[in-house]
């Protein structure tokens, strides 16, 4: 059975800002997003009822334990109540979702993020109380469907009406001080940041004089963002 957090929590008494983590459902999400945490320097502590699972995990989880999360006395026995942050990281499984998030919910975890695989399911556990609710497959296909049509190097979607995109600076932006009003009258985007030849991310000031070798942080919304692009990153236009 599942041993409880608190030798876990006695090791991180003199890490206050890095407090420990729980992580429920160590499949691919799961364990990619624990193995990670892991690897900034989080006490990772993680459950699943598939002791192959938890197996793999252990060599990075400061604490692993095989069992039932939608059982709600094993959630009290390993010390879920008694973490901040817990990530419910089962998705295909509607009911172990649901029934686990609920749990959680009543042992008042003060912040629960789990994984929906649907909006439906999503709506569900927003309705039942969690926090923050995380869809990574639609996310990822979203970001991938930027970076395939808008030629951008990166992009990061911050809401539905805002995200950042990092572009080569185009050609007839290079050269001439930029006008940051008339980029945004003319495209409603703003340059936020530039990394010149040094590799440091600096904020783009009035006036700044760009060179073709530069990457810049444009923010807007992604529809203003891909008209953008279109305009200048994938035609090199004025």
């Known amino acids: 059975m599942a041993r409880s957090l608190s030798n ?13 983590i729980v992580i ?28 192959r699972l938890v197996q793999e995990c252990s060599e990075f989880l ?12 094993a959630l009290k026995q390993f010390g879920v109540h008694e973490v901040k942050s817990v990530v419910l990281g089962i998705g295909t499984d509607l009911e172990s979702s649901i ?23 999503a709506k569900i556990l927003t309705q039942i109380g969690v926090h923050h609710v ?5 996310d990822t296909g979203r970001r991938v469907a930027h970076l395939l049509f808008g030629g951008f190097k990166d992009y990061a979607q911050f809401d539905e009406d805002y995200g950042m995109i990092k572009v080569s600076v185009p050609e007839k932006l290079a050269g001439s001080p930029v006008d940051l009003d008339d ?28 060179n073709q070798e530069d990457q810049i942080i444009v923010a ?13 990153v994938r035609s090199g236009g004025a």
């Open 183 to 210: 980029m945004w009258e003319r495209f409603h985007v703003r340059a936020v940041s530039v990394r010149g030849e040094d590799g440091q991310w600096v904020p783009i000031k009035r006036r700044y004089v760009l």
């Open 99 to 121: 029934l686990t998030a609920s749990h959680l919910v009543d042992l008042n975890v003060a912040d629960i993020w789990a994984k929906a695989d649907s909006d439906a399911h």
């Open 134 to 138: 995380i869809r990574p497959e639609r």
């Open 220 to 232: 807007g919304t992604p529809h203003r963002l891909e008209q953008f692009a279109r305009r200048h």
């Open 24 to 51: 429920l459902g160590l499949g691919r999400f799961g364990s990619a997003l624990a193995e990670e945490l892991s690897a900034q320097g989080v006490e990772v502590l993680g459950l699943d009822s598939n002791p």
């Open 62 to 73: 400061a604490e692993a334990a095989t069992a039932d999360t939608t059982d709600r006395e």
């Open 8 to 20: 876990v929590f006695s090791r991180s008494e003199s890490v206050p800002d890095n407090p420990a």
